[in-house]
């Protein structure tokens, strides 16, 4: 963790991050999307950051060692009035980096964002219910489990379950 720098996702960085997801995404099957499979164009992405940018409830980070990027993570709050005290939250950890505290530190800092700067109420997430380890992850951060989707994933014709964890910042 002692080269691992953590900032804000800028439109600059939109080619990198395509890059980063297509390979994340087939080193295993806890994300939405398998290899090369993060279908955005650069500009795509880079209007994604900007919105990103512009929204005061909202962030994309990205860990970086060096000039790699090997975590990237975003809190996405919901722009509705009756939804706006909650928030999504997203992380990948690229797997040579797992078990070293990046994803720990990534989902310090969204959490720090979404009580201070967001002003978030509760942090919601998906993960795929065999994650075992992102699970304890959560936990330990506070997050409780409140549900289940069945069928959630479809890989290779199997079928995975999710879980649904949330975490409130209010009590």
């Known amino acids: 963790m002692e080269n691992i720098l953590i900032r804000k996702a800028t439109e600059a960085d939109a080619e990198a991050i395509i890059k980063y997801l297509n390979i994340v995404g087939g080193e295993s099957d806890n994300l939405l999307f398998g290899k090369n499979e993060f279908y ?3 500009e795509e992405e880079q ?3 900007k ?3 512009g929204s005061l409830n909202s962030v994309m980070l990205l ?3 060096n000039d790699a990027i090997v975590s990237v993570g975003s809190l996405s709050g919901f722009g509705r009035k009756r939804i706006s005290h909650r928030g999504e939250l997203a992380i990948s950890v690229k797997k040579e980096y797992w078990n070293k ?3 720990s530190a990534m989902l310090k800092e969204l959490i720090q964002f979404g009580k201070e700067k967001a002003k978030l109420s509760v942090i ?3 993960v795929k219910a065999d994650n075992e380890r992102a699970i304890h992850t959560y ?3 506070g997050f409780k489990q409140i549900g289940y989707y069945e069928k959630f994933f479809l890989i290779d014709g199997k079928y995975f379950d999710a879980c649904l964890m949330n975490l409130y910042l209010d009590q």
């Open 63 to 65: 860990a970086k060692d």
């Open 139 to 141: 936990k330990k951060f």
């Open 40 to 42: 955005m164009t650069v």
């Open 101 to 103: 505290g990046v994803g």
């Open 124 to 126: 919601q997430l998906t």
């Open 51 to 53: 919105e990103f940018n």
């Open 47 to 49: 209007e994604f950051i």
